[in-house]
């Protein structure tokens, strides 16, 4: 039988999932995988001071607690889910994705040419607005007070019209800093009589910022603005994280609208309610890519792994909170 391991040689790997779980990046090992080590490690292990030991103890017993209450709040929010929208479980419980065949589950130009293709009314996907106006949505819901995102994403036929203008481009060459070229991951744009709009939207999955690559995004969108030659428009830069952390730089945070995958994965999930097929199916796998790779959330989930879906079914309170 083999010997448990002591519960100072495990205190790295608890330390390591813990901060990986706190920064929002997918931990190499998760609490839950280790529980059974630490349990064992616990009732094995001599070397502990009798304080620590207590304390251990006292940790340990608390444990299938935590995990019943887990499971409680777990089963009441799916179903309560499954009976309001049974369509935002669809991607979740999937096995399938799209990503993840083609080796690409976390390759951020897919990701970026995925959402390009979605947002785009043109493409042939068959989804129409849908995805556009529910990433509008979710733009207002960001952004406080009344703003132009908002009043789009509302259900009329005029906005319909408005939204099938707006073009998208993923990956586009701009002039930034010193003239120097550069990439903006996605660039959305309307010209409207009424109100025009720019929005730039930089991936970043596990890439951090470099050569400042905002401010040259930032300096591609003034340009633009001045070469258009309107007062009459919006514009909003978009900082596409995990988790949704604001950039480094404390001058970028005021200019960057931080938005999770999370909270964008949700929002692709309601653009599916009414969607025809084959769009409705292709945008769900896609969902699931960015759920089971980009966020680490299992499609079948027991015990303590079950607080990694329930950020999932937070994002479709009705009251329509931000998760």
């Not at 309560?80 to 390759?107: E, M, N, R, V, Y």
């Not at 970043?204 to 050569?211: C, L, M, N, Y």
Request: proline fraction near 6%; charged fraction near 30%.
């Amino acid at each position: 039988m083999p010997v448990a391991a002591r519960v100072v040689d495990l205190i790295p790997k608890i330390r390591q999932a813990l901060e990986s779980d706190h920064k929002g990046h997918v931990p190499a090992i998760s609490l839950a995988t280790l529980m059974p080590r630490i349990r064992a490690a616990l009732k094995h292990d001599g070397t502990a001071a009798e304080t620590d030991l207590q304390l251990a103890t006292q940790v340990r017993n608390l444990i299938p607690q935590l995990t019943q209450r887990i499971s409680e709040r777990h089963e009441s929010s799916r179903r309560q889910l499954s009976s309001d929208s049974a369509w935002a479980l669809t991607a979740l419980d999937w096995q399938a994705d799209l990503l993840s065949p083609l080796g690409k589950q976390l390759h951020e130009p897919t990701h970026t040419r995925m959402l390009a293709f979605f947002l785009d009314p043109s493409q042939s996907h068959g989804l129409g607005v849908r995805v556009l106006r529910e990433f509008f949505a979710l733009l207002g819901r960001l952004i406080p007070g009344p703003d132009r995102f908002e009043e789009l994403a509302r259900e009329a036929d005029d906005n319909t019209g408005t939204l099938r203008r707006v073009r998208v481009e993923p990956e586009r060459v701009v002039s930034g800093e010193g003239g120097r070229e550069c990439r903006c991951d996605l660039w959305l744009e309307l010209e409207d009589n009424v109100r025009s709009l720019i929005v730039i939207v930089e991936n970043k999955i596990d890439a951090g910022e470099h050569d400042n690559q905002l401010a040259s995004y930032e300096e591609a969108l003034w340009s633009r603005v001045r070469e258009r030659r309107r007062l009459d428009l919006d514009a909003k830069l978009v900082f596409l994280t995990r988790n949704g952390r604001f950039p480094d730089q404390e001058y970028d945070r005021e200019l960057w609208q931080p938005m999770s995958y999370l909270q964008l994965a949700a929002a692709l999930a309601r653009a599916t309610r009414d969607a025809p097929e084959p769009g409705r199916t292709l945008l769900n796998l896609y969902i699931s890519s960015i759920l089971k790779f980009v966020l680490a959330i299992p499609a079948s989930a027991q015990g303590l792994d079950r607080l990694r879906q329930l950020p999932f079914f937070d994002a479709f309170r009705p009251s329509g909170e931000l998760p």
